[in-house]
């Protein structure tokens, strides 16, 4: 109370602008409010409202603050809840008063008061003063009337830590600047959200702004960021603020701090990559160790903020995937041959064993005429005897294997006709399915192999030259040694993987969605009709798809089909019609290759 009372007559004694001496609140007529604030002298006011809670703030421009205390707590009249006042600055003198609702209002200079009219929600009421703060008045000011609301203690500088608050929590304001100092600017973001902010000594200029109902935290950002300024949180909950290029001259002198980043779900090696974008340019340094799975962060203190939330954000719990697939592959073949053979002879004449395997009998006395070691059992003979005719039918394409072999011989005279009816009817049917599952971490990579490793055999065709015999270092020793080389192939051995192979890569969205990266395959290897050695059938898929959690899909379905058919036989009789099939023979065959891959991602839940 003392230094009030000095503070009152030294600016009287001063002279220094026109003093508040009262603010007073009673009914008025038409169901409205009167909020007079008594001011000895000419002074500007300035005007504006903000929300949460709801207030009407006035700054009175040349006037010095003489009123007894500042803050007015249970007002509570005329749908004014509370008022408080102080010197906001050398000249000006601001008046808050908090309301119950925001309303029309209408602010008018008076003589030696300011007059404000608003619209009375509660009725009549008595009225409220804070009382005369003249030098005359002092005893009345430590008494007061009975109907004066209850004054809180004046305002002390305490050092209490605020954590900043979130994007949830902030209040929402509405304000408008015109060509106002910065300052000031701040001063009524600080007495809006009840924050420290601390203005750096290169904050300076005039701001003419806007906004209308919007978060504080984002109004302040986007109020100061359009002016070249910044606004930093400290970790003591103050706000600080500097224009661009004080903080670019501040990272490059303070001092730097080391810190060690637990990583819990992801690598550390992964999250330094992320990391290096955010460190100060020839100081920063992020490192990586492997052993306790940390980054080591070395850089300015508003860098390890940053690398903290960004820590915060990155090294998160990601879902796990637990994938099923079905590959089906099914190989049939189907072969079907028909053929007859015919074999005309001529006991007494010529005749051909093609047909019939077996020794010799040239004179057709039913005896062998030449040994087995001259002509040997099943050898093919030609026997010329006299006038006489010997024919074969399709003799050299007979149905391989057959099922079914019908013989008939007929004689007429000296000629036998043996034929022979030969079918074949095969169906093979191959089904191979295999049913691989695995779990994996979102955005990891799973492969699974069942299957074989087989081995390869190749030969380098750069082979290496080896001396066949020694020789002298130079003259003709030397060339006869280059001479008598010999090349010598390398052979190597390569594995080469086969069986049903599936890898996949997982990513699940926000709407429980699974984007899938596969590639199934299913190879079996095949000797080669040549020298190459193995060829191998290859069935594969690689596909990206969006899937919902749980549900199944197609990723791949081949289906392959050969068809051939094969005739030959006696030249134009073969071609006949009718009659032509029994002059030739026909071999029909097909395959049917048939691969399904179907695969089933689900998410894993936890408990």
């Known amino acids: 109370m003392t230094s009030t009372l000095l503070a009152l007559w030294s600016s009287v004694a001063l002279g220094l602008g026109g003093p508040v001496t009262e603010v007073s609140i009673r009914s008025a007529p038409s169901a409205t409010t009167e909020i007079l604030i008594a001011v000895d002298g000419e002074v500007e006011f300035r005007e504006f409202t903000m929300e949460g809670p709801s207030r009407l703030i006035l700054d009175l421009f040349g006037a010095r603050h003489h009123l007894p205390v500042d803050n007015y707590a249970g007002v509570n009249r005329g749908g004014v809840r509370s008022v408080r006042t102080s010197q906001y600055s050398d000249d000006v003198v601001r008046v ?29 009421f008595e009225p409220w003063t804070s009382g005369h703060a003249a030098p005359a008045d002092l005893a009345e000011v430590a008494s007061g009337p009975a109907d004066r609301a209850a004054p809180l203690p004046a305002p002390t500088t305490t050092m209490t830590a605020q954590a900043p608050a979130t994007q949830q929590e902030a209040r929402r304001i509405s304000v408008e600047f015109n060509e106002m100092p910065i300052r000031e600017v701040l001063f009524t973001f600080s ?61 490059d002198v303070e001092p730097l701090r080391t810190r060690a980043y637990r990583v819990n779900y992801a690598t550390a090696e992964d999250l330094v990559d992320a990391i290096e974008g955010l460190l100060t340019p020839e100081r920063g340094q992020a490192r990586a160790s492997i052993s306790t799975n940390s980054v080591v962060v070395t850089d ?12 915060a954000q990155l090294d998160v719990r990601t879902p796990q995937v637990q994938i099923q697939a079905k590959i089906v592959f099914v190989n049939r073949t189907d072969i079907n041959d028909l053929g007859i053979v015919y074999d005309l002879k001529d006991s007494g004449g010529n005749q051909l064993n093609q047909v019939s395997p077996g020794a010799a009998d040239l004179d057709g006395n039913g005896s062998i005429d030449l040994p087995d070691e ?6 093919n003979v030609v026997s010329l005897g ?24 007929l004689i007429v005279g000296r ?10 009817e095969s169906v093979n049917l191959s089904d191979v399915q295999a049913e691989p599952s695995v779990t994996v971490r979102d955005n990891r990579e799973a492969r699974i192999q069942v299957g074989e ?52 890569t997982p990513h699940v969205t926000d709407d429980d969605h699974i984007l899938l990266e596969l590639n199934a395959e299913r190879s079996a290897p095949q000797l080669a009709d040549s020298d190459v050695g193995f060829i191998f059938n290859t069935q594969n898929a690689q596909s990206e798809v969006l899937v919902r959690d749980g ?25 006949l019609p009718l009659v032509g099939g029994l002059f030739r023979t026909t071999r029909e065959s097909q395959i049917q290759r048939d691969l399904i891959i179907l695969v089933t991602p689900t998410i894993v839940r936890e408990n």
Request: proline share 5%; charged share 15%; hydrophobic share 40%.
């Open 415 to 424: 000629h036998t006709l043996v034929s022979f009816i030969e079918a074949l």
């Open 96 to 124: 808050v008063l908090e309301l119950e609702s925001l309303s029309p209002y209408e602010v008018v200079s008076e003589p030696g008061r300011i007059r404000v009219v608003m619209q009375n929600p509660t009725g009549e």
């Open 453 to 504: 490793l087989t081995p390869l055999r190749v030969l380098d065709a750069q082979a290496n030259t080896q001396g066949a015999g020694g020789g002298g270092a130079g003259g003709a020793g030397g060339q006869g040694a280059q001479q008598g080389a010999a090349v010598i192939p390398q052979a190597t051995v390569q594995i080469q993987e086969t069986g049903i192979i599936l890898t996949a």
């Open 191 to 251: 007495d809006f959200s009840g924050r420290s902010i601390v203005a750096g000594s290169s904050v300076e200029g005039n701001i003419s702004a806007k906004v209308d109902n919007a978060p504080w935290p984002e109004a302040l950002d986007v109020i100061l960021s359009t002016n070249g300024f910044v606004a930093t949180d400290l970790p003591n909950g103050i706000i600080r603020v500097d224009d661009i290029t004080s903080i670019s001259e501040q990272s």
């Open 386 to 409: 006299g006038n006489s005719v010997a024919a074969l039918g399709n003799a050299t394409n007979r149905v391989p294997s057959a099922t079914l072999t019908l013989l008939s011989s």
């Open 551 to 575: 549900e199944t899909v197609v990723i791949g379905g081949l289906t392959v089909t050969e068809r051939e058919e094969v005739r030959s036989g006696i030249p134009f009789l073969m071609n």
């Open 374 to 379: 001259v002509v040997p059992q099943g050898a």
């Open 300 to 311: 300015i203190e508003a860098v390890q903020r940053e690398v903290e939330e960004l820590m």
